[in-house]
């Protein structure tokens, strides 16, 4: 499969025989959404990547104050 985007946690790769656009995780290499249009995917990759931040800061946060 091709990789059309590329956000460093998140990429978008497209499965032409299905016509579909999966958002996968880098780490773990696990889909974590199918989508049928390009823009949708790589909006959900943006989506993902920015509350995994946020919920990451978070955690630290709290971690930092214990």
């Given amino acids: 499969?091709?990789?059309?985007?590329?956000?460093?946690?998140?990429?978008?790769?497209?499965?032409?025989?299905?016509n579909e656009y999966l958002v996968i995780n880098v780490s773990t290499d696990v889909v974590e959404s199918?989508?049928?249009?390009?823009?949708?995917?790589?909006?959900k990759a943006d989506a993902l990547r920015e509350v995994t931040i946020k919920r990451n800061q978070a955690k630290n946060e709290i971690e930092a104050r214990r």
Avoid: F, L
């Avoid at 499969?1 to 499965?15: A, F, L, P, T």
């Fill in 34 to 43: 199918r989508e049928s249009a390009q823009p949708t995917a790589e909006y």
């Fill in 1 to 18: 499969m091709e990789v059309v985007y590329d956000n460093g946690m998140y990429q978008v790769k497209v499965n032409r025989y299905d």
